[in-house]
């Protein structure tokens, strides 16, 4: 089932398309992250060109948040006052991202770079994640229980001036701290199609210090509006997202995110977690792969 997608310009076999949403779907059901810092990746492996696979997946990624905002608001664990701080800096980070993309595009150095940052990114996330998902496979066979973490705001954290009351995190901290924050997620989710989450998420708990029950939430709601703006600034500018390339795979996640939200609760969250941090570091080692290995056509041609 070939279909020609008009702005990668290939044709494509839509069901292999459908099938990596849902693999992306499925992972994101299964431990519970947004699976967007993967579809690119695996975009790019069957050969779609990293900088219409980095715009599209960002569109792909506004589609999946809806639902999961939905649910949250409805449960009232959304911080709009931090989401609305943290959507600020994502819409001046993708700015900025847009004038750095354009930037590599002119040197013809951006799929290159996508590709290295995806290398020490998912490396490096990869290679925490397994250290994290070790320690509690051990302390669950010895029977130890780890140090719980206490919820504080990072020092340099509290040392920004002009704070601000987040009643709903149950924080009094600057509001440049989710600003910055906010600055470096929108450039990710520019550069590489990323929602952001799996650095956002980490850094609302370990950086500002916000309470479990509503980072999930406002992560949601900022990576949202976030996408939406870097999806608009890309079909602006780069000319880059490929719609019939995003509704595939949204139809994909979609589906496979109810698959494995059923496999996730017969599973113990540990090996999980380790079993995503295998799969993280392998799709990084490909990728590391694929930036050093010499293609069988080293030179390419670009209609303009």
Known sequence: MDLYLPIANLSVNALVIIALGGVV?????????????????????YGIPPTVAAASAASQVTGASVSGVMSHMARGTVDFRMGGVLI?????????????????????????????????????????????????????????????????????VAALPMRWRFYRSGLYISPLAPLLLGVATGILTMLLGVGGGFILVPAMLYLLGMTTQSVVGTSLFQILFVTMATTMMHAMTTKAVDLVLAML????????????????????????????????????????????????????????
């Open 88 to 156: 600020a800096g994502g819409v001046i980070g993708a700015g900025l991202g847009v004038l750095l993309f354009r930037l590599l595009q002119s040197l013809g150095q951006i799929d290159t770079m996508i590709g290295i940052l995806y290398v020490l990114m998912l490396g490096g996330i990869g290679l925490l994640m397994a250290k994290e998902s070790i320690q509690a496979l051990v302390a669950l066979k010895t029977g130890k229980r780890l140090q719980a973490r206490t919820r504080r705001h990072h020092p340099l």
């Open 25 to 45: 779907g499925l992972l994101s059901g299964m431990f519970g992250v947004g699976g967007g810092f993967l579809t690119t990746p695996l975009l790019i492996f």
């Open 249 to 304: 795979l949204l139809i994909g996640s979609v589906t496979g995110a109810q698959i494995g939200t059923r496999i996730s609760m017969s599973i113990r969250p540990e090996y999980l977690r380790i079993l995503l941090a295998f799969i993280v570091l392998l799709v990084a080692g490909r990728m590391a792969l694929g930036l050093g290995w010499r293609p069988d056509e080293i030179y390419s041609i670009e209609v303009q």
